[in-house]
């Protein structure tokens, strides 16, 4: 799962260089960053729970 958390932290500097290859120099992202990290943190937290729920079941 970890590689999910990498890919959505690439996503935006990704989506930038393709952007500024189509000629779009002045597209703000930073929202969509924001946004993103914040879909991050909760995914790996989800995980965490997760992960830690299905080890206190097999004790």
């Known amino acids: 799962m970890q590689s999910v958390a ?5 996503s935006a500097p990704v989506l930038k260089y ?18 993103m990290s914040a879909t991050t943190e909760k995914a790996q937290a989800t995980l965490t729970d997760l ?9």
């Open 51 to 59: 992960q830690n729920s299905v080890n206190a079941s097999i004790k």
């Open 6 to 10: 990498e890919l959505t932290r690439l």
């Open 18 to 35: 393709v952007r500024r290859g189509l000629g779009f120099w002045r597209f703000d992202l930073s929202d969509y960053e924001r946004r």
